[in-house]
């Protein structure tokens, strides 16, 4: 009439939680899951399928996979990454697009990367500029580098080097930007010593003296 009961059932149950060892923090993930967003130690990622629309001014490094129509602007030179699309300006430290930036302007404190497509603006890179997928526009950088998968037309415009990689197919103006004239100092500047034309009141011969020092000089 009664169920036996068996030995598992009657032994007491232990919270398996409590079993576990403590975690070390260093174990820890790195992001937090925010919606569509995951804040990782020093990197903000949009995950892809989510969509932004307005503009996005970010602290540290970006890591875009969705979509964006607005302008990126990074406050203290952080890294900017597109995965994704975006419609509207970026300004970064250094800037790569493996996706597409359409109708925007790349401002970049260092280097940009273009291995995605680039359409419609301009590239205005304090370092080096290297290419090697799509893009139209005009670029502007110390180096430029155009890869062998490059493909585009626009205008370069180079302080350094520019090198083109065999392979490339490019339809471009290129053209190397002048340097800004060095400013003379101080130092550099030739001396000239003044010659005073006021003959001296206790020398009376002192204005024909004056004269012949202007002549000499």
Do not use: W
């Amino acid at each position: 009439m009664f169920k036996k009961r068996t030995v598992e059932e009657e032994s007491p149950r232990t919270d398996r939680a409590a079993e576990r060892p403590a975690e070390d923090p260093g174990d820890a993930p790195a992001g937090r899951r925010t919606g569509n967003r995951v804040e990782a130690a020093g990197v903000n990622t949009i995950l892809k399928g989510s969509r932004v629309i307005g503009d996005i001014n970010v602290t540290c490094d970006l890591e875009l996979s969705g979509d964006v129509e607005g302008n990126i602007t990074s406050r203290d030179n952080a890294n900017i990454l597109i995965k994704g699309t975006c419609k509207g300006n970026i300004n970064g430290g250094n800037v790569h697009i493996q996706g597409e930036l359409l109708g925007g302007n790349i401002t970049a404190g260092n280097d940009v990367r273009i291995s995605g497509k680039f359409k419609g603006g301009e590239v205005k890179a304090g370092g080096r500029i290297h290419i090697n997928g799509e893009f139209s526009g005009k670029l502007m950088g110390n180096e430029i580098e155009i890869g062998p998968d490059a493909r585009g037309d626009g205008e370069l415009l180079y302080k350094g080097s520019i090198s083109v990689a065999k392979g490339a197919r490019i339809e471009a103006r290129i053209s190397q930007m002048e340097q800004p004239p060095e400013r003379k100092t101080a130092k550099d500047s030739p001396q000239v010593q003044p010659v005073s034309l006021v003959p001296s009141e206790k020398d009376p011969r002192g204005e024909e003296k004056a004269l012949k020092q202007a002549q000499s000089g």
